[in-house]
């Protein structure tokens, strides 16, 4: 099976053009390349479109968030900030402490590492000497990773994480953060059920 990941409709449309099994929706909040579009709606477009396998990505690490992306129309979901810290994670042991210790606030989005909007970690960015603020606001490519002379490299050296990641709390093995998610799927599933059953949908829309 083949699954695009794309970060707006017109990568959508292509990759559904190429015969792609499903679509991946790179939403905002998303770790690594980074779309800006809200999850909900970008579901519900390439959904109206679409009839395959519908991924949304974006900012989600918990089992509320991914019963939040089926009740909007997807079929999976990619949780990638929250298994960075798994104890099973290659991720430096490092890089796996700045992603418990960190919050929103310590993310940046930016097109100048890579070529692409990226989401960084804002002290691994620091550590080497670049600045946030300088990085936010640069054009595309303003380093030249293809010269020896670069000290720090993008993903090996310079960290990144999704808006998911104030979620983080701890360096946990992969059981257990599946676990979690699995219990906090299930819990939010029930909620969403007791208000229809009590028909308080019914009377909002009243």
């Known amino acids: ?22 679509i991946v929706c790179v939403s905002a909040g998303a ?32 089992g509320a968030g991914v019963a939040a992306a089926i009740a909007a129309g997807a079929d999976l979901v990619y949780v990638g900030t929250r298994f960075i810290a798994a104890t099973e994670s290659l991720a430096p042991p490092a890089y796996k402490a700045m992603v ?48 020896a002379a670069e000290a720090a490299r993008r993903w090996r050296d310079l960290w990144s994480a999704g808006q998911g990641v104030g979620l983080v709390r701890a360096v946990e093995p992969v059981a257990a953060i599946v676990a979690d998610l699995e219990a906090g799927m299930r819990k939010a599933a029930g909620r969403l059920g007791s208000w229809v059953d009590k028909n308080y949908i019914v009377h909002l829309c009243k």
């Open 1 to 22: 099976m083949v699954l695009a990941d794309v970060v707006n409709l017109a990568l959508a449309d292509k990759a559904i053009a190429a015969g792609a099994h499903g």
């Open 100 to 147: 418990v210790d960190a919050g929103l606030e310590d993310l940046c989005v930016s097109a100048a590492i890579t070529g692409t909007p990226a989401s960084w970690l804002v002290p691994s960015l620091r550590a080497h000497g670049l600045e946030p603020q300088a990085l936010a606001s640069a054009g595309a490519g303003m380093r030249n990773y293809a010269s």
């Open 31 to 62: 770790g690594g390349h980074t779309g800006t579009l809200s999850p909900f709606a970008f579901a519900a477009e390439v959904r109206s479109r679409f009839g395959g396998i519908v991924v949304l990505a974006g900012g989600i690490a918990t």
